[in-house]
């Protein structure tokens, strides 16, 4: 059995959130609290995270999950480990073969081809695989099928724009299927009602029939007009939708965007007070306390060689603390920071003379390891710099063009900023500015560029490579024809 230290360090890494927490208090704590937690304290612990994990299958599985997790949660501790080790992936096997099975009621003959196949003969993992990426390929053939499907006796519009969406993505295609394929037949339908009328009136003229020939072309304009109502009722109820999707889509990366800037900023200040108590530690009343808490810290967020020194340290007695405080700590960052840079020189990818400038540092002494990964600077960095902004300029819009000259006809650290922020800011300006020159293509485009418009940062970078229909990408915008 491992001693009792290194027990704890070992549930700090594999345990639960509980189970971590109160297994680093243990080790910073006094030998009585570590021998509390591994009598009674982590077993507590183990036991709080259980319930956690049924509380959760509870809250985000299917019917199935949901019912029998209640059942574990209303039982013992036992009832729930139980679950956890056998009910839990039984009732999620249920509840996914259920989901398949609601699949295959409203999907095509792909889906439920190889929705019978995965349910008849697959496992439980061929059944969740089936619905993590499966199900949506097997949709994507039933779309082409409907699409080909849909184009027997279809009319001129209809047939170009399902033509150019089965030449596109499966995504083109679920477009065409969701919006335009109502638009094109609406305009043929429009188009060929209107000439029935013309030709009738073409008719009565030829048989000098004047009042037929009024009747005719009143008919033809007001089958026109109802037609564009019909048409802009619907692309106005299309971009209503398209727009409260995209704000929910926008708040919802706003937030997630919160949480990523506060978890930044927690590990920020943790990095800090990390390095403050390893500073405080100097001080050989503060070494061992210090040391263990630093040891923790690095134990979770240091290199390889780090984590090593960190796990022994805390496993260990206090001269091994106060050994990995005055030295260890040193050289297992000393060989992390090598590690990182001899892959920087074996990165393919990286800048040429950046990879040299990586040897040369490993073929030194540590200082220039160091500054290498602190700085970044090299010798050409600069005209590097310089060649990559004028890239950036030539393949960007106007306004990445713009604020990479401005980069340019600046200082180095114009330019780093450029090529650390800026050109991803300005890339988003000018899909903005895309977007909206969008709304002057047609009330179909409109439909599109104005929820893009509302949306998060990520949509407008998908739509300028598929989703926002433009000529001859999903299909021609619809012409109109008024009586003449």
Not at 350 to 379: E, F, I, K, S
Not at 408 to 423: C, N, P, Q, S, W
Not at 430 to 439: E, F, G, S
């Amino acid at each position: 059995m491992l001693p009792d230290r290194a027990q704890a360090v070992s549930l700090l890494e594999t345990g639960g959130p509980g189970v971590a927490r109160a297994a680093e208090a243990a080790l910073l704590g006094s030998p009585a609290d570590l021998q509390a937690f591994l009598a009674t304290g982590r077993q507590q612990a183990q036991n709080d995270d259980e319930r956690v994990l049924v509380t959760q299958a509870l809250s985000s599985g299917g019917p199935i999950t949901k019912r029998t997790a209640q059942r574990a949660l209303s039982g013992t501790q036992d009832d729930i480990r139980e679950y956890l080790a056998n009910g839990l992936p039984l009732a999620r096997s249920a509840d996914d073969r259920i989901a398949v099975s609601q699949a295959m009621d409203t999907g095509g003959p792909t889906v439920n081809e190889r929705g019978t196949e995965v349910l008849d003969n697959g496992t439980p993992a061929d059944v969740r695989a089936f619905l993590e990426t499966g199900l949506q390929q097997a949709k994507d053939v039933d779309d082409r099928i409907s699409t080909l499907q849909a184009l027997a006796g279809a009319g001129p519009e209809f047939t170009a724009a399902a033509q150019t969406a089965l030449d596109g993505t499966p995504e083109d295609v679920r477009y065409f299927l969701s919006l335009w394929r109502q638009v094109a037949a609406n305009y043929d339908a429009e188009v060929t009602a209107v000439q029935e009328q013309l030709d009738a009136a073409k008719a009565a003229a030829a048989g000098n029939r004047p009042q037929d020939v009024k009747l005719a072309a009143d008919k033809a304009a007001q089958l026109a007009g109802d037609a564009r109502k019909a048409n802009a009722d619907r692309l106005a109820t299309q971009q209503a939708q398209n727009q409260q999707d995209g704000r929910a889509a926008s708040a919802a990366e706003a937030a997630a965007q919160q949480q990523a800037k506060e978890a930044a900023d927690r590990a920020a200040r943790a990095k800090s007070d990390n390095d403050k108590l390893l500073a405080d530690a100097a001080d050989p009343a503060l070494t061992v306390p210090n040391g263990r808490k630093a040891a923790v810290y690095l134990l979770r967020h240091g290199g390889a060689a780090v984590k090593n020194a960190a796990r022994a340290a805390l496993s260990g007695s206090d001269d091994d603390v106060v050994t990995f405080v005055h030295g260890g700590l040193a050289v297992a960052q000393e060989s992390d920071d090598r590690a990182a840079v001899s892959a920087i020189a074996a990165d393919p990818n990286a800048r040429p003379g950046l990879r040299q400038a990586a040897r040369d540092a490993l073929a030194g002494p540590y200082a220039g390891v160091a500054a290498l990964l602190r700085t970044g600077d090299y010798p050409g960095r600069d005209t590097d710099d310089r060649v990559e902004v004028n890239q950036v300029l030539a393949a960007g819009g106007p306004a990445t063009k713009s604020w990479a000259q401005k980069a340019l006809d600046g200082t180095v650290a114009d330019i780093r900023e450029f090529l650390a922020h800026g050109r991803y800011t300005a890339h988003l300006i000018d899909l903005d500015i895309y977007a909206t020159r969008t709304l002057g293509e047609g009330p179909e485009v409109q439909a599109v560029a104005q929820g893009v418009l509302d949306g998060p940062d990520s949509a407008r970078s998908s739509t300028s490579t598929s989703r926002c229909p433009r000529r001859g990408r999903v299909t021609r915008s619809p012409r109109r024809t008024s009586p003449r």
